[in-house]
């Protein structure tokens, strides 16, 4: 029995299938066999012209044997189209033809075997298909365009006419015919083969703007400006959805990203839709979190519409282990990372682990959340961005330059010389490879939002009032005076064994004592408080430590440090020598004897809590605003304090709200507390109380609009922080002028800059506390031409300046200083999403892969310029600037044009390949240089060609240094080298090999003058 067939392009759906394109290829093959003539008539709608390039070898197979008899083909627009609209269309379609195919056609078309016309009466919904073999007709029709599509990829159906009479069958043929008369072979006064010649003979495609703006957002890679994520993500504003955008553009584009957002601006909401995308594309998710807020994580995936099962969670804390699994996380592709500055030491157990992960997943996205991407020194951000120098990205960080001024910057820095030019490098990389959008940001580039929640176009300028405070002589004398040459003498000897070797790492001391002074400034309780927790950790090590030296065995659990941190405090200590373990051990004794001086200086001062100047300045100003309040302080123990000693005061309703806060050194096991900030924020703005006393707990993530008065009790130093704090009552929803009071110590008891001067060894120390806006401040102001050592006296004085400045000035004057890192041309790409109203689904059914680059021209009032995208060793890359226009204009690309965007292109990939061959980064480890020394000694160059030997895990170093040992002691090196070339191969297989390919052009839209 014969076989029957369902024509659907093998759906899959039943068991016997077909495509369109087996009807066509059978039907030539039966005409051949039986050496008979075959005649097609078809009517279609768009397109044609790819899918007769599909047919062409049979056709042309048919020709060579005398078979083809004639190929008459109708084709028109399915829904209303205007003759230009045609026409472009045609143009689209032809250019499918490559030189043969449209030459073949030709000489048909010259031979009156090919003919075709277009229908323009009316909408034309036909798919028609005649076959003529001999005398037999067969008729087929169905939901199939001979577009290469039709004839393979969409579900179709198209059915053969069975049982027909002859009659029925002529009927057929005279309707195609009668099609045939009323169609026609011109389109706006120019023949059909002579617009198909000049559209097969173009070097580009010509597309209308709209759908040439959906392929262009498919070429970039950009489809992530029109994802619908499935879940609600209405509560978000478009400056913080944009937030998502360039973060999805970064990573794209150099597998990396830093998200460093103002606090307030949701960088957990951000981070949370870009692991929904990246599910919802079938792609698997890690998050690394502190563990002090894995519920925050939770709640947050849980409001995106993810489950906890959707993403891998993984605790910061096991990342210290020296026995961590790294391995379990094979298969990843998106590494998220908060607090991503805790990853700053290249030396540190946890670098290491991540370092390893992210080695063993080398495509692998890695984004980065920080507030402070620098910490503790300039060079902090280079080491997060060194994370995801990797795999195929690591040569586009080199083309582009990157690499280069990484190296510049760390070569200044390390030579104590960091000046303008260093600055302007630094602040570079910043924009190109973080997303930083501040709250100065609002008003400068999303007015519509600010327009639209609002109904403003800025937000007002606060009153900022400066508060001078002291204290008597008698505390300035036994605490001031004292503080710093008690700091300079407290060894903080636990923060030497905490990593693998014994280590002092001065800058880590310096930072520790900086901060231990900024509680003194916060208030005197804050530091006698922290103080009593210092003494605590170091009467426990010294204790701990004792019984480690008999008993090596012994363990014991503290919440005053994590478990694996004490784990290796514990075998760093045993590595020492016993003459070091004794000194080791008199440095705790002495750091607890001056921590016991030092708080008993505090104690003998009577009435010390009545005597506090700091406190009678507040409650001064809080009569005398009489005006709901914020009170802002970076301590817990401050907080606490104030609202102890409103109680005592008795004439206002207060509520306190704090966390937990990190110690001194941010390495205890303790966890943070967990504040019903919900509930506060209600409180506050139902009038339940009117001071708010709070931690920067409450600087993001609430709205406050009822406060009048914002007061920093201590001063930040960012003046980012200081923007989030007054942002609480400074509403985008509820603008208003509001007051800010900036308490600032008075000079007799200000001993910060007799700090920086006494403690710290490099003025690099004190850049990096201070902050990366205070250098950019100096600097940039002209007040300090370099930072160096011969400026050393200088830059200490201005940190005063620039203090008093912070307490005098709204803090968005100086927020503005690092570029914003908003992206043009996404923000440009959304206004053509909007003015053409483009979505997800337009991208998908409308986006195709063209054999040439596609090309529109837009008007500009300016002169002609173009922007150019093309690809160049596996990357998408741009040229020129994308500028919004509503209008298209009629202009061709003249073969000069072409001839001139090609040397521009080719100029380009010159200027990169440069960069690349000027740099080779990486730090080189001992397994590296003993592998490099083998291959070079063994002339095996040729086997790791292409391999980038630094990215490689220390596993796979290990298991190739193996096999060159092996090799090098010549037992049987050929067969060691079978092996070393299967281990290289799965290598490669995983993604470590570079990727090199010719430019090619791939769209370009020409701007100019109607």
Aim: positive net charge.
């Amino acid at each position: 029995m014969l076989q029957k067939f369902v024509v659907d392009n093998k759906a899959g759906i039943l068991p016997y299938e077909k495509s369109v394109l087996d009807v066509f290829r059978e039907r030539i093959k039966r005409a051949i066999q039986k050496n008979q003539p075959i005649s097609f008539r078809i009517a279609v709608g768009f397109f044609f012209f790819e899918g007769f390039q599909k047919l062409y070898p049979e056709l042309k197979k048919l020709y060579e044997k005398g078979l083809l008899k004639e190929f008459k083909l109708v084709m028109g627009p399915e829904t209303r189209k205007t003759t230009k609209e045609v026409l472009e269309a045609l143009k689209s379609d032809a250019i499918a033809l490559n030189d043969e195919t449209f030459n073949f056609i030709k000489k048909l078309y010259d031979q009156k075997i090919f003919d075709f016309r277009i229908f323009l009466e009316r909408n034309f919904h036909i798919k028609l298909y005649l076959f003529e073999i001999g005398d037999e007709i067969e008729i087929w029709a169905g939901s199939a365009n001979l577009t290469e599509a039709g004839l393979e990829e969409n579900i179709e159906l198209i059915v053969p006419a069975a049982a027909l009479t002859f009659e029925e069958k002529d009927l057929y043929r005279k309707f195609f015919e009668e099609i045939w008369k009323r169609s026609t072979d011109e389109v706006e006064n120019l023949k059909v083969i002579d617009i198909i010649r000049e559209a097969s003979l173009s070097e580009v495609v010509y597309l209308h703007p709209r759908d040439f703006i959906t392929n262009l957002i498919k070429i970039l890679g950009k489809e992530y400006l029109v994802k619908n994520i499935s879940a609600d993500l209405s509560y978000l504003a478009e400056f913080q959805n944009m937030s998502y955008y360039l973060c999805i553009e970064r990573l794209n584009k150099y597998g990396g990203c830093i998200l460093a957002n103002s606090v307030g601006l949701g960088k957990t909401d951000v981070a949370c839709m870009i692991a929904k995308y990246y599910k919802e594309m079938g792609k698997k998710v890690l998050i690394i979190y502190p563990p002090v807020i894995e519920e925050h994580w939770k709640r947050t995936l849980k409001k995106v519409g993810l489950k906890e099962s959707d993403t891998k969670l993984l605790s910061r804390g096991m990342l210290q282990k020296s026995d961590f699994d790294y391995e379990k996380y094979q298969g990843i592709d998106l590494i998220i990372v908060d607090e991503a500055h805790h990853f700053r030491n290249p030396k540190s157990n946890r670098r290491e682990n991540l370092e390893n992960i992210i080695k063993l997943n080398p495509n692998s996205h890695v984004l980065l959340i920080t507030a402070t991407p620098i910490n503790t020194s300039l060079l902090d951000f280079i080491e997060l961005v060194r994370l995801f120098n990797k795999g195929k990205y690591k040569e586009r960080l080199e083309s582009e330059g990157i690499i280069l001024k990484m190296k510049e910057i760390e070569h200044d820095v390390r030579k104590k010389f960091t000046n303008k030019e260093t600055i302007k490098k630094l602040k570079e990389l910043i924009k190109i490879l973080s997303v930083r959008i501040e709250w100065p940001d609002l008003p400068i580039y999303f007015k519509e939002d600010l327009k639209k929640i609002a109904n403003v176009e800025n937000i007002e300028e606060p009153d900022v009032f400066p508060v001078n405070y002291k204290y008597d002589e008698e505390i300035a004398r036994k605490i001031f005076d004292n503080v710093v040459p008690f700091l300079s003498k407290l060894n903080f000897e636990y923060t030497k064994l905490w990593e693998k070797e014994y280590k002092e790492d001065r800058n880590l001391i310096w930072w520790y004592k900086w901060r231990l002074y900024k509680r003194l400034e916060s208030s005197i309780t804050a530091f006698k408080i922290s103080l009593k927790n210092l003494l605590d950790k170091n009467k426990f090590l010294l204790k701990f430590l004792k019984k480690v030296m008999t008993n090596p065995e012994y363990k014991e659990e503290t919440n005053l440090f994590s478990k694996e941190r004490l784990e290796t405090i514990k075998n760093t200590f045993l590595s020492l020598k016993n003459l070091e373990r004794n000194k080791v051990l008199k440095r705790i004794e002495k750091d607890i004897s001056l921590i016991k001086e030092m708080l008993k200086n505090i104690q003998n001062i009577k009435n010390l809590e009545k005597r506090d100047e700091k406190i009678k300045k507040l409650f001064e100003i809080l009569e005398k605003e009489k005006k709901p309040t914020i009170i802002f302080s970076e301590s817990r123990d401050t907080v606490i304090y104030i609202g102890k000693r409103l109680k005592e005061y008795g004439k206002f309703k207060f509520a306190l709200a704090y966390g937990g806060e990190p110690p001194i050194d941010e390495e205890t096991g303790e966890k943070f507390g967990e504040v019903n900030k919900e509930k506060i924020e209600k409180d506050f703005n139902q009038g339940k109380f009117d001071i708010l006393v709070t931690t920067d707990i409450m600087g993001e993530g609430v709205n406050l609009p009822r406060a009048d008065v914002v007061i920093n009790f201590d001063l930040h130093y960012n003046p980012l922080r200081l923007i989030q704090r007054d942002g609480r009552a400074i509403r985008i929803n509820n603008p208003k002028r509001i007051t800010i009071y900036n308490f600032e110590p008075d000079e007799r008891i200000d001993k910060e800059l007799e700090l920086c001067d006494r403690l710290t060894e490099r003025v690099e120390d004190i850049i990096s506390t201070i902050g990366l806006d205070f250098l950019i401040w100096a600097i940039e102001e002209g007040k300090l031409e370099e930072v160096s050592e011969k400026n050393r006296k200088r830059t200490i004085e201005l940190i005063r300046e620039y203090r008093h400045m912070l307490a005098t000035k709204h803090p968005e004057e100086l927020g503005k200083k690092l570029p914003p890192t908003l992206s043009k041309e996404d923000k440009v790409l959304r206004e053509f999403i909007k003015f053409w109203n483009i979505s997800e689904e337009a991208i998908e059914t409308h986006a195709k892969v063209y054999n040439k680059p596609i090309f529109t021209a837009l008007e500009s009032q300016e002169e002609t310029k173009y922007f150019i995208v093309f690809q160049y060793k596996g990357f998408i890359r741009s040229l020129g600037e994308l500028v919004f226009s509503e209008n298209k204009i009629e202009a061709k690309l003249s073969k000069s044009e072409l001839e001139k965007i090609k040397n521009l292109i080719a100029e380009k990939c010159l200027e990169m390949d440069k960069e690349s061959l000027s740099v080779s980064y990486g730090r080189k480890d001992k397994l590296t240089a003993e592998i490099e020394k083998i291959i070079h000694e063994e002339e095996l160059e040729n086997l790791f060609e292409g391999i980038e030997l630094h990215l490689l895990t220390k596993k796979h170093k290990e298991k190739i240094l193996k096999e060159l040992r092996k090799i090098k002691e010549k037992i049987f090196p050929e067969k060691e080298k079978e092996r070393l070339r299967k281990i290289l191969d799965e290598i490669k297989a995983l993604g470590y090999q570079k990727v090199l390919e010719e430019p090619k052009i791939l769209a370009i839209l020409k701007y100019g003058k109607n």
